[in-house]
């Protein structure tokens, strides 16, 4: 038989208490009981709890990431931007509980937690960038409309987790609007942007 993967038990135990509760109600005798390993390979893996707790939020950001890779397929850009925002929020949805405690922990105080789901945050915006044909580097004025976007993403799918009463569809349509309506503020505040507006235009047929 194959040897489990000991890490990744410990990641998966870990990741499933950390969605329920908080992280100082969790014990990592408990961690460690729930993944059926010895107690000290949480030390040896991850040196305490703090580090086995970063490592299941690097561990969902990369889960994420993985989303995000899948090629874009075919149709009009406002076709490949929907069927990214669908599969992004399909992920979220799946995985409710782990993505409303990495939200949770992002905002939280702890710096090292922050600079993941920052970073995290910061790659998805600059892949639609990418694709929308932006220069490098962005100007200011982008950069602070994607990274506001990215953030009214994000509470869009909270609200639709906690009520459920928003057809995925419907939440699609209405993040990609709302990303065409900040890159065209965008383009107004700073013409310089290095965006068509015809290409922004087409984000929303």
Same mark, same amino acid.
């Given at each position: 038989?194959?040897? /489990?993967?000991?890490?990744?038990?410990?990641?998966?135990a870990a990741a499933g208490l950390f969605a329920d509760r908080a992280y100082?109600?969790?014990?990592?005798?408990?961690?460690?009981?729930?993944?059926?390993?010895?107690?000290?390979?949480?030390?040896? *893996?991850?040196?305490?709890?703090?580090?086995?707790?970063?490592a299941t939020i690097a561990a969902a950001a990369d889960r994420l990431r993985?989303? *995000?890779?899948?090629? /874009?397929?075919?149709?009009? %850009?406002?076709?490949?931007?929907?069927?990214?925002?669908?599969? *992004?929020?399909?992920?979220?949805?799946?995985?409710?509980?782990?993505?409303?405690?990495?939200?949770?922990a992002g905002n939280g105080s702890d710096p090292e937690v922050r600079a993941?789901?920052?970073?995290?945050?910061?790659?998805?915006?600059?892949?639609?960038?990418?694709?929308?044909?932006? %220069?490098?580097?962005?100007?200011?004025?982008?950069?602070?409309?994607?990274?506001?976007?990215?953030?009214?993403?994000?509470?869009?799918?909270?609200?639709?987790?906690? *009520?459920?009463?928003? %057809?995925?569809?419907?939440?699609?349509?209405?993040?990609?609007?709302?990303?065409?309506?900040?890159?065209?503020?965008?383009?107004?505040?700073? %013409?310089?942007?290095?965006?068509?507006?015809?290409?922004?235009?087409?984000?929303?047929?």
């Amino acid at each position: 038989m194959t040897r /489990p993967d000991r890490r990744r038990l410990l990641i998966e135990a870990a990741a499933g208490l950390f969605a329920d509760r908080a992280y100082d109600e969790i014990t990592t005798t408990e961690i460690a009981a729930r993944a059926g390993v010895a107690y000290g390979l949480i030390a040896h *893996h991850f040196g305490n709890k703090r580090g086995l707790y970063l490592a299941t939020i690097a561990a969902a950001a990369d889960r994420l990431r993985a989303v *995000h890779d899948t090629a /874009p397929g075919d149709g009009t %850009p406002g076709e490949r931007l929907r069927g990214a925002l669908d599969r *992004h929020i399909a992920f979220m949805q799946e995985n409710a509980a782990g993505f409303l405690a990495v939200m949770r922990a992002g905002n939280g105080s702890d710096p090292e937690v922050r600079a993941i789901v920052e970073d995290l945050r910061w790659q998805g915006a600059r892949r639609l960038l990418d694709a929308l044909g932006a %220069p490098d580097p962005v100007r200011p004025v982008l950069r602070t409309a994607m990274c506001g976007w990215v953030g009214c993403l994000d509470e869009m799918i909270i609200d639709q987790l906690r *009520h459920r009463d928003l %057809p995925r569809g419907t939440l699609v349509a209405l993040a990609a609007a709302t990303l065409a309506a900040a890159l065209r503020a965008a383009a107004e505040a700073d %013409p310089a942007i290095g965006l068509d507006p015809r290409t922004i235009d087409l984000l929303t047929t």
